[in-house]
């Protein structure tokens, strides 16, 4: 019995924790990032898609960015890394806009990397005062509550603008954002192509009861166009369409109420947003167009539209304007004229509350 009590308090050896959360990236960085990093003395580009740095021990690191279609499978995965060993030093990184970036310590190593690269059908570049490559949602890949292929937009705009991504011509970068639903989890963009639902959902009361918490759904509603109710003796939820917004917050706690449709769900243009604090303030994007046709596999009219804001930032902005710095120059009735999209109530913002539309900085001003 003693014996018994003292082995139970033994210590037993810890569990190691395991690691959920994101790795550490040193492991992953080229030796020559680790060594000199926080340690740069400058950068440069010296071709589209190429970023050259020069740390103060003197030593140098040049950097491919190759474009993806972002949607990869074993076999792109396995012909990237196939390259990178072949032509590289087997260190590589992705960006937040799903390009792939390889570093080598050796200028000779840059020419035959890009050929390597071209030839497999992947374009270098996305540096610079170029179209970088467009992010977007998860689309119907990943995501519960999606009204449109996110990733198809995405691959359809890009071969229309293939010639913006690989030359560095634009008065200023250009991040263009694709969300497939109004939550718009692609964020702010100088252009963006967001999802805009046009009639409230459509209520199944039938499963509502079994599978929404219904609290959480009324509660989830921004204008309070949601409340319970009883129907056909089953609990279930009300929507007041004169007071729906038609933003599709309700879908993802209660999918019964469904949102997405074939002929009214649409896609919207939005214009001027940016992160940035970059020689002016960060900025919130204007819608621009809406009601287009949710068109795919190539989604003609959103194509033409995105491309006609584009060259006419492109011919009439000053260098290194941003689109939102340029559309705030001209004005927005400038804008509306050069690039002839019409003019509705619908773009009015007559929100007193909005403090000067919603202007977000960074910066302190008294």
């Not at 033409?304 to 584009?310: D, P, T």
Request: hydrophobic share 35%; aromatic share 8%; charged share 20%.
């Amino acid at each position: 019995m003693a014996q018994q009590i003292a082995s139970a308090t033994v210590k037993k050896k810890m569990r190691p924790p395991i690691e959920s959360g994101c790795p550490d990236g040193v492991q992953y960085m080229h030796p020559l990032m680790v060594k000199n990093f926080s340690k740069w003395k400058y950068h440069d580009r010296p071709r589209p898609g190429v970023l050259h740095h020069v740390a103060y021990s003197g030593d140098e690191i040049w950097t491919v960015r190759v474009g993806t279609q972002r949607q990869l499978g074993p076999y792109e995965i396995n012909l990237l890394c196939d390259i990178v060993d072949k032509y590289a030093e087997g260190h590589v990184r992705f960006t937040i806009r799903s390009n792939l970036e390889v570093m080598v310590s050796s200028w000779e190593k840059v020419g035959p990397l890009i050929q390597a690269f071209n030839d497999a059908g992947y374009p270098v570049g996305g540096t610079g005062n170029s179209v970088t490559m467009i992010s977007h949602t998860q689309g119907w890949l990943h995501c519960d509550i999606p009204g449109t292929d996110a990733s198809g937009v995405v691959k359809s705009l890009m071969d229309e603008l293939y010639e913006e991504f690989i030359k560095e011509e634009m008065p200023n970068r250009v991040h263009i954002t694709t969300s497939c639903c109004q939550i718009n989890c692609g964020g702010q963009g100088d252009i963006a192509i967001n999802v805009q639902h046009t009639k409230p959902p459509k209520i199944n009361h039938d499963l509502v009861a079994n599978v929404c918490e219904r609290p959480s759904v009324v509660a989830r509603c921004p204008v309070a166009a949601i409340r319970p109710a009883i129907v056909n003796g089953k609990p279930s939820l009300e929507v007041d369409e004169k007071k729906c917004i038609c933003c599709g917050a309700c879908y993802p706690p209660c999918p019964p109420m469904q949102i997405n449709d074939p002929e009214h769900s649409k896609l919207a243009i939005w214009v001027g947003g940016k992160n940035s604090n970059a020689r002016s303030k960060p900025m919130f994007q204007k819608l621009v167009a809406a009601g287009l046709p949710n068109n795919p596999p190539r989604w003609p009219e959103v194509a033409a539209v995105v491309k006609n804001i584009l060259y006419t930032y492109k011919k009439d902005a000053r260098h290194f304007e941003r689109v939102g710095d340029w559309v705030e120059r001209i004005g927005w009735p400038r804008f509306f004229e050069l690039t002839g999209l019409p003019f509705t109530k619908f773009h009015i913002d007559n929100w007193r509350g909005a403090r000067n539309s919603l202007n977000a900085s960074a910066h302190i001003r008294f």
